[in-house]
């Protein structure tokens, strides 16, 4: 059974593949040909390997959730509907689910009406059926730079055209925008929607601040453009207040109680619960809902009973505080992530030096982090994981074009230990050095000074190629509160 | 909250909505055009509902698995692995969750390498991700008539053109099938993929012989075809032989030891043990698998570890009689279902009467029956839900163009109680008779004579418009085999 090992038939696989390979490529879509692994496959993939230590996932701790409340759960649903866990379900999702999902949106300060709500495999399908549902090849979406890297790969997958409008820590820059908006229309082309995360951006860990917030949603109102809101961390908030979302501003901007009509809502469980349910969500305007509804038929018939029943058990599950039990999961979360973002920013500062810049998420999950604008990371990233087994995302990743974002990384505080952290930046601070060391080698130019920290690599300095505005402004003393204006027009 | 009951806010809503629509209709995707309901969604509803006898969904009986079981299992995994449950898995699917494959393919007489497989959200998810890889808009794909309803909103959702070719009771007409690729290439035109249900068809409920799986494998090997083999049902065999899957025959004409190169093999967990876990698998050429892997991190990034959690705990679990506990619970599904098969088959003698003919499935789910062409199905639905609180799925949703089968319909046996089939299938007679009535009043013609049959009503006759090839033949004395020619050359 094993063809690798016999000689002969091995042979003639090899040149059988050469064949077999052309005969499949006629036979591929068109789209296959923008369709390539994202990082986030390998770092899918780096989750069944144990001996490196990896930052790059987007994985929270799901060793936080009690085992046995797992198991008295599931022992809940078995003894009151194993026959229901085990069927398949509506399209749209369970009722019982959806009423959990109205409740994660109130919580976020949104009311939602139920029949608004479509049930997901995971925030990821939210993405492909949106795309699905709204884009030709050719056609314009207008996302962040940098933006999620596992969205790339499905945009790419739609042969859709991405825009993507650089950040600061106040997040997307309205004026830069509405610039690329102008630009589009004076083209004739115009985007179907623009994909936004405006809490603790991933991976840029910045959050768009409530004027900017007010302005986008005006933006899209004046311009007739769907927003694709993606706020799988909302709840997942460190330091600072809670800023509404973007379907709570417009649904106010119309006045009818609750329905936003431009904004897609992009929710998930994956975060703030376990992403191994494969559960997120869409709030929709109902005649893009239905188009949502009709491409997951298609794509899987429905989400999963076990997990969603699974779900709506917890959610009646009550706390040790009087509090429901999946408020005080989330707030432990918040307790355990911030103290892990507070020792990822120290290990930066400790290992990474002064040749290096990074943002200092109020939430989420990322660090945003740019290098001496010699290093490529996705180079850096092959040393790494050879020579200190340690992982990160490659900036490259953030972005349609594989261009930019060379000289940053993206890096995962919030499912890794406190150890694993300290140790998983000093190795890659030592991958830094070695990275330069080597290229002041080949290059002539001096090394940073080993051991200790890179400190004679220039800091980026702003408009510079290969740095976004983002990795610029990070390297200015950061700000906390993220609502206060940067500059004058661009709130 | 409730925007319906505010007078003033609804009318305003109404018009805007008008408006709106027109607005959304702008920014849908082409594909959107060919985007419709199948008669699944409407099943998948009405598995939220209890006041109706469905004969409509492919659902299989799920309260055959114990909760004593489910709970167990649940126990197990948490006890073992909650956090690895919780926490998202590789794309390809866990290495435990592919073994179990690879012993379910093993059970159907097919043996794959475990580098071959990669894990779906079901098996809908195989034909989305197959379609997104080979299926520009316009490509064509040869499928049976009738064909899954379940795959019809995929093929028009990814703008596929569908050959459907006809069967008899030994399966696909092969002598057909090579018609329509003659003809096709005469067009210019190359078919993608040929896509076939070989066990059990669904909907059709005929098996296709082994002289034609020979003959499938080798046309699409002399033109270089690939073949979708979707075989949910192959171990639900209540009579009969077993026959080898496509795959197997495919490997065997290759001989390397298990590799097929052309066929894309389906499998699914959804009849073998429950639709609720969501957990399907395609084995395709590696060049095809690579692909596949790439749509699929776009749709979801990975499969539920909870549920493959599940499935990994459950084949590990021993049976009460020395089996392993996952080959006992499909011999008692074979039993139950064989009985329901019967109770279907019994009711349908008595309630649908002369003018009409049923097919006698050797397994799966389905019967396929095909009544006086005066009827049609979809009418028929409507009434017998309204009036007799029945539902099936009515014919033309297994034809592309929505046009044929409207005088025939499908009706699952396995996921309902005996009592219910019987009752369900006297409702639907009864509703039958009404509809022939309400025909003879608005025709003249006579109505088929009340209570007991419609033995009025004439038997189709062979190439009568809205009868294919299989309502034809399944008029003629049923044949158990499956295997023995028809037509001399036809095998």
Redesign the interface.
């Known amino acids: 059974?094993d063809?690798s090992s016999?000689g002969a038939?091995g042979g003639?696989?090899t040149r059988?593949?050469a064949h077999?390979?052309a005969?499949?490529?006629a036979?591929?879509?068109?789209?296959?040909r923008g369709?390539?692994?994202?990082a986030?496959?390998e770092m899918?993939?780096l989750?069944?390997q144990t001996d490196v230590i990896s930052l790059a996932?987007?994985?929270p701790d799901?060793?936080t959730?009690?085992?046995?409340l797992?198991?008295k759960l599931?022992?809940k649903?078995?003894?009151e509907s194993?026959?229901?866990?085990?069927?398949?379900?509506?399209?749209e999702g369970?009722?019982s689910m959806i009423r959990c999902i109205v409740e994660v949106m109130e919580a976020e300060g949104t009311?939602v009406?139920p029949s608004e709500v479509i049930v997901t495999?995971?925030g990821?399908?939210v993405?492909?059926l949106v795309c699905?549902?709204?884009?030709?090849p050719g056609?314009v979406i207008v996302a962040e730079a940098p933006t999620y890297p596992?969205a790339v790969?499905?945009f790419?997958?739609y042969q859709a055209e991405v825009e993507q409008i650089e950040m600061d820590p106040n997040g997307m820059l309205i004026d830069a925008l509405e610039a690329t908006l102008d630009r589009l229309h004076s083209e004739g082309r115009r985007p179907?929607?623009i994909y936004t995360i405006p809490n603790f951006q991933n991976p840029g860990g910045v959050t768009m601040s409530l004027a900017r917030r007010r302005r986008l949603v005006e933006v899209a109102r004046e311009r007739?453009l769907?927003v694709l809101e993606d706020n799988p961390y909302g709840l997942l908030r460190y330091e600072g207040e809670p800023l509404p979302t973007l379907h709570s501003l417009d649904a106010e901007t119309v006045g009818?109680?609750?329905?936003s009509?431009l904004v897609i809502y992009l929710g998930t469980f994956?975060k703030i619960?376990?992403?191994?349910?494969?559960l997120g969500w869409a709030v929709a305007?109902?005649?893009?809902l239905e188009?949502l509804?009709?491409?997951k038929?298609?794509?899987?018939?429905?989400?999963?009973?076990?997990?969603q029943t699974?779900v709506a058990a917890y959610f009646e599950e009550p706390g040790a505080h009087g509090e429901p039990a999946w408020h005080e999961y989330i707030e432990r979360l918040r307790v355990l992530y911030h103290r892990r973002r507070d020792v990822m920013l120290e290990a930066l500062e400790e290992h990474f030096g002064e040749g290096a810049a990074w943002t200092k998420p109020q939430g989420g999950l990322f660090i945003w982090a740019t290098l001496d604008e010699r290093i490529d990371t996705t180079d850096l990233l092959a040393l790494a994981r050879k020579n200190e087994a340690v992982a990160f995302v490659p900036g490259r990743a953030a972005y349609m074009d594989g261009r930019r974002g060379s000289s940053s990384m993206r890096m995962n505080f919030a499912g890794v230990p406190d150890a694993d952290i300290r140790e998983g930046v000093r190795r890659i601070g030592k991958a830094i050095r070695e990275q330069l060391g080597l290229l002041g080698t080949l290059t002539g130019k001096p090394a940073g000074r080993a051991p200790a920290r890179a400190d004679s690599a220039p800091a980026p300095a702003a408009g510079e190629e290969g740095h976004s505005a983002l990795a610029d402004v990070v390297a200015l003393p950061r700000r906390d509160d993220g609502a206060a204006p940067r500059r004058r027009r661009d709130r």
């Open positions: 059974m063809r016999t038939g003639r696989r059988q593949t077999e390979l005969r499949y490529e036979l591929f879509a068109a789209r296959t369709m390539k692994s994202s986030m496959r899918m993939a989750t069944e996932g987007g994985l799901t060793s959730f009690a085992p046995e797992y198991a599931m022992a649903v078995a003894a194993t026959a229901r866990a085990l069927q398949y379900g509506p399209t369970m009722a009311f009406d495999t995971g990821q399908q993405i492909d699905k549902t709204l884009i030709d056609d596992g790969p499905t790419s997958a179907k929607f007739e769907l009818r109680g609750g329905a009509d994956s619960l376990a992403p191994g349910l494969r305007p109902r005649p893009v188009k509804n009709l491409g038929q298609g794509a899987d018939l429905c989400s999963s009973s076990v997990t699974f």
